[in-house]
């Protein structure tokens, strides 16, 4: 499996909506991030679609190297 662009070396604060749908970036091409835009078309990668459960501010993952995804786990520290 190839590794993903990474689209940023530190995590995205976002306030998500209860019971709003998510389509977070896996691949790192997306020009929307940490949104998805579609940028995956072609290859291997496909996006975290998500339902929020609660209305909460998250940190989402921006350099997709997470073992949590879409959440931030820290990962970027050690790029």
Known sequence: M????IAG????IEQLEEGK???WCSCGN??????CNG????SEFIPKVFKEEES????LCMCKQT???PYCDGSHANL
């Open 67 to 69: 073992k949590n995804p």
């Open 30 to 35: 997306s020009e929307n991030q940490p949104w």
């Open 39 to 42: 940028s995956h078309k072609g």
């Open 56 to 59: 909460k501010t998250v940190a």
């Open 9 to 12: 070396k530190a995590p995205r």
């Open 2 to 5: 190839s590794k993903a662009k």
């Open 21 to 23: 749908t998510y389509a």
